[in-house]
């Protein structure tokens, strides 16, 4: 592997890297969204001036989408204001809603790569936290799971349904926006959650949701539960915006799957079947949260395990 080329501001471009940038059409999103902010991406990919082929790639798609987020959000498309730490810690937390944590972890090496020279470079003399690829948020309490369910119910029914969602069924921005009322049905005498790809699936409500949540999605009907388009997940991140952990931070969808993952951990949940219930393929990530589980009587673990 070569050595890593150094980002200079506005570099001179090879010309294979200048093609790309004249002529580069990402596959992966809406042919328009990408025109809507092509031009913005070049730009940034102007001033980034990557010298090798692999990173460009990469660069433009990135750029793509976080100018896509930022104009969904009616932020204004100025890289001193949007290249900051604070900026790319909520974009890498959309990312990693949405996209998976794999790709929030290239995202945020690249934003840390490039953010200095796109942005201000005062601004990142103090990097912000980093999210490492199997980083899994810590799990709330009841109490405070108690405060965001009352926030949610008095900001109204599309929070009090993503809440449900996240702490009832560990939904997050992967299934959020897709799912109707009318998707809440009743399986062997229980409310329960059907959702589609990625890992279409059933998912039981839990109980402390259960019938807050049928009576939520028999208002609602056939529309979306958390409202809007069914491919807007930059809804989800709106909404959290009115629910807060603590004074100045706000609700992430993350630890609401990580609350909702703990309690079937702490009700000793067969981990096959909460496998297939999450979605999750590796049980990394369920191991991730059992360390914030209180630890059960092991003595009556031991005696069940007798019996294996």
């Avoid at 999103?29 to 913005?40: C, F, H, L, N």
């Avoid at 103090?126 to 119910?153: D, F």
Wanted: proline fraction near 5%.
């Amino acid at each position: 592997m070569g050595a890593r080329h150094e980002l200079v501001r506005g570099a001179a471009l090879p010309a294979d890297i200048q093609t790309l940038h004249d002529t580069y059409v990402p596959r992966v999103m809406p042919r328009g969204d990408w025109d809507a902010v092509a031009d913005t991406a070049r730009a940034w990919f102007t001033l980034a001036a990557p010298q090798e082929r692999q990173l460009a790639l990469q660069l433009m798609l990135m750029f793509g989408r976080f100018a896509h987020w930022a104009s969904s959000l009616r932020l204004k498309l100025n890289a001193n204001v949007l290249f900051t730490p604070s900026m790319v810690d909520r974009y890498i937390e959309h990312v990693e809603t949405t996209l998976g944590a794999k790709t929030a972890t290239e995202y945020r090496a690249l934003m840390r790569r490039v953010g200095p020279v796109v942005g201000k470079a005062d601004s990142w003399a103090k990097p912000g936290r980093q999210i490492g690829r199997n980083s899994v948020p810590k799990p709330l309490s009841v109490e405070v799971e108690h405060s965001c369910m009352t926030q949610a119910r008095r900001a109204g029914i599309h929070h009090q349904a993503m809440c449900l969602l996240g702490f009832g069924c560990g939904l997050d921005g992967r299934w959020l926006p897709h799912v109707r009322g009318i998707d809440v049905v009743e399986l062997d005498g229980w409310p329960h959650v059907q959702v589609v790809d990625p890992d279409a699936r059933a998912i039981p409500v839990l109980a402390a949701h259960a019938d807050e949540l049928v009576e939520v999605a028999g208002r609602i009907g056939d529309g979306f539960l958390i409202g809007g388009e069914n491919h807007v997940q930059n809804r989800v991140w709106v909404l959290t915006r009115k629910v807060l952990i603590t004074e100045g931070r706000k609700l992430f969808v993350g630890e609401m799957r990580s609350s909702w993952f703990a309690k079937h951990l702490a009700n000793n949940t067969h981990l096959v079947y909460l496998s297939h219930i999450t979605g999750v393929k590796s049980f990394a990530r369920l191991l991730a949260v059992l360390e914030h589980v209180e630890v059960p009587d092991l003595g009556a673990l031991a005696l069940q395990a007798r019996s294996a």
